[in-house]
């Protein structure tokens, strides 16, 4: 089965600075990978997906990723991130199947 | 539209008790899941269902039984609540292999 590793626990930032949040998998099959966002006391919301075609896709609030196939990474940046972007994000995959396989979250803190 | 709604929010079990969670989606999913989250840990499937009527185990299914006797409503079971069930439980649905997933927001269950 599909898996997911989330290099970081917790990523302390500061107000306007750029941030990265890696994320490795490992599949014997091609993959969709997905980054969710948990704000507090709530469920996870999608930020951006990879299905196929162009391996950057973005989200409206300034995230982005890049699907990398021979390093099986899918990093999250944010050139410049705001105190609102305080969070947990979690890195997903699915790998044509029926489950989706969770990493265990990168708490992203934004200080000002 | 309400999305994905579980019941309840929030419930404490004594050891061996026993408890139903009720999730619900309107959104004509055909796929529903069952998540468990915990610190460090990320989420794990405990249980899917990729139909009315269809269940199927994931990664950590031990403890747990479900049921999908309607489109909407997939119902997990605790049995005989163990301390080591204290957990945050999500509820997911999807409509189909490879799309994100909508998500409830949560039942907090601690068992003493």
């Known amino acids: 089965a599909q898996s997911v590793t989330q290099l970081d626990s917790q990523v302390p930032v500061f107000e306007e600075a750029p941030v990265e949040l890696r994320c490795n998998y490992s599949?014997?099959?091609?993959?969709?990978l997905f980054w969710y966002v948990q704000y507090p006391n709530q469920g996870l919301q999608l930020l951006l997906k990879?299905?196929?075609?162009?391996?950057l896709v973005e989200s409206i609030n300034g995230f982005e990723a890049e699907f990398n196939k021979s390093q099986t990474s899918f990093h999250l940046r944010k050139p410049s991130v705001h105190i609102s972007d305080t969070a947990e994000y979690f890195c997903a995959v699915s790998a044509g199947g029926n489950d989706m396989r969770f990493g265990a979250g990168t708490r992203l803190t934004v200080k000002p | 539209n309400a999305g994905v709604t579980q019941t309840p929010k929030f419930r404490v079990l004594k050891t061996g008790q026993s408890m139903t969670l009720l999730c619900a989606q309107d959104m004509n999913h055909e796929y529903m899941y069952w998540y468990r989250q915990d610190p460090g840990m990320g989420l794990r499937l405990i249980h899917y269902s990729v139909g009315e009527g269809t269940t199927a185990k994931g990664e950590v299914p031990d403890g747990y039984n479900v049921s999908r006797l309607k489109k909407q409503n997939f119902l997990l079971g605790l049995e005989s609540a163990a301390p080591s069930q204290t957990s945050v439980y999500f509820c997911?649905?999807?409509?189909?292999?490879?799309?994100?997933?909508?998500f409830g927001n949560g039942t907090r269950l601690t068992v003493t």
């Open positions: 997911a649905s999807m409509p189909g292999q490879n799309s994100p997933l909508h």
């Open positions: 599949s014997s099959v091609s993959v969709y």
């Open positions: 990879y299905l196929s075609g162009s391996t």
